[in-house]
């Protein structure tokens, strides 16, 4: 379950969290409650600083994967663009701490909505196991007399459709606007997700064509 609905659940995390980035906080503290496990500590070799450093940009990168940071996140990579291109430099530079910072955490967002962008069989693969714990959620929800989230309702969904869009309107333009930024390393990646969503096109006029004629 992601975080909004774990809050509109009212569950004993969203009330410990204040409802903010629940899940994505309730991970972050697990983790650094382990930490202080002897036997799990791997920054035993770090100083005190070095160990601040580590766990706030561990936080910072974490809570970066909150899905509804997204358009604060594309917004913040756009204004990097923005300075490259201003600069009139091909060369990246990230003196300031505050923009490497805002750099990983646009890179680990990249990274978790990365699916439509690897190759086809991969992304088949990886998007069934997706679409699954979506169900799953949406099986809870419908459990617990909430508002189905969006592409969660395994009895109302077109999965291709559903691709499409997300591919449309989250995907593309926050990897265009990776493209932008590293220029041309990012080609590749831009091109896949073209033919993936192609796919999901073919497909869904494949099956909606075949499905009339049945009818």
């Known amino acids: 379950m992601h975080s909004k609905c774990v809050s509109v659940a009212d569950s004993e995390l969203a009330i410990m969290y204040n409802d903010e980035s629940v899940l994505e906080q309730?991970?972050?503290?697990?983790?650094?409650?382990?930490?202080?496990?002897?036997?799990?500590?791997?920054?035993?070799?770090?100083?005190?600083?070095?160990?601040?450093?580590?766990?706030?940009?561990?936080?910072?990168?974490?809570?970066?994967?909150?899905?509804?940071?997204?358009?604060?996140?594309?917004?913040?990579?756009?204004?990097?663009?923005?300075?490259?291109?201003?600069?009139?430099?091909?060369?990246?530079?990230?003196?300031?701490?505050?923009?490497?910072?805002?750099?990983?955490?646009?890179?680990?967002?990249?990274?978790?909505?990365?699916?439509?962008?690897?190759?086809?069989?991969?992304?088949?693969?990886?998007?069934?196991?997706?679409?699954?714990?979506?169900?799953?959620?949406?099986?809870r929800e419908r459990d617990l007399g909430l508002e189905i989230s969006p592409m969660c309702d395994r009895n109302n969904v077109t999965i291709e459709k559903s691709q499409v869009g997300f591919i449309d309107y989250i995907v593309h333009p926050l990897f265009e606007t990776w493209a932008d930024l590293v220029h041309p390393h990012a080609q590749n990646i831009l091109d896949q997700l073209v033919m993936n969503r192609e796919w999901c096109c073919f497909l869904f006029t494949y099956v909606n064509s075949h499905f009339k004629i049945l009818l």
């Open 26 to 139: 309730h991970h972050l503290a697990v983790a650094f409650k382990l930490l202080q496990d002897s036997n799990c500590d791997f920054l035993v070799g770090l100083n005190k600083k070095q160990r601040q450093l580590f766990r706030k940009i561990s936080i910072e990168m974490v809570l970066a994967t909150d899905m509804s940071k997204h358009m604060s996140l594309l917004a913040d990579l756009k204004t990097m663009v923005e300075a490259k291109k201003v600069a009139g430099s091909s060369v990246l530079t990230f003196d300031k701490f505050n923009d490497r910072l805002q750099l990983l955490q646009s890179m680990i967002h990249l990274s978790d909505l990365s699916n439509p962008t690897k190759p086809i069989e991969l992304y088949q693969n990886w998007n069934q196991r997706i679409l699954e714990e979506y169900w799953r959620q949406g099986d």
